[in-house]
């Protein structure tokens, strides 16, 4: 899994020039994934000079772009990356 974050940092690094990460995990339902046997990993990418992690868990809306062209822009590296393994 972590051959995965890893992976996705690139990714975030090259489309969106992501400077550094914020990366975490919840790992069962206490953890806050859900269900019990869950494990998910969250990489948030950051810059200089943006908000802190926090607000960003607490739902606050950080966004310089659409989502729709965020996803145009990452599901083909994501794609291109699934199709490596």
């Known amino acids: 899994m972590m051959w995965f974050v890893d992976r996705s940092m690139r ?3 090259e ?3 992501a400077e550094g990460f914020n ?3 919840n790992i ?8 019990e046997e869950h494990i ?5 990418p950051r810059w200089t000079g943006d908000t802190n992690f926090m607000p960003v868990l ?3 809306k950080v966004q310089v772009s659409g989502l729709q062209e ?3 822009l990452l599901k083909p590296a994501f794609n ?3 199709e490596t393994q």
């Open 11 to 13: 990714i975030l690094k």
């Open 15 to 17: 489309k969106v020039s």
């Open 23 to 25: 990366f975490g995990a």
């Open 28 to 35: 069962g339902s206490a953890g806050g994934a859900g269900i």
């Open 40 to 44: 998910h990993f969250h990489v948030v």
């Open 58 to 60: 607490g739902e606050t």
């Open 70 to 72: 965020t996803y145009d």
């Open 80 to 82: 291109q990356l699934m």
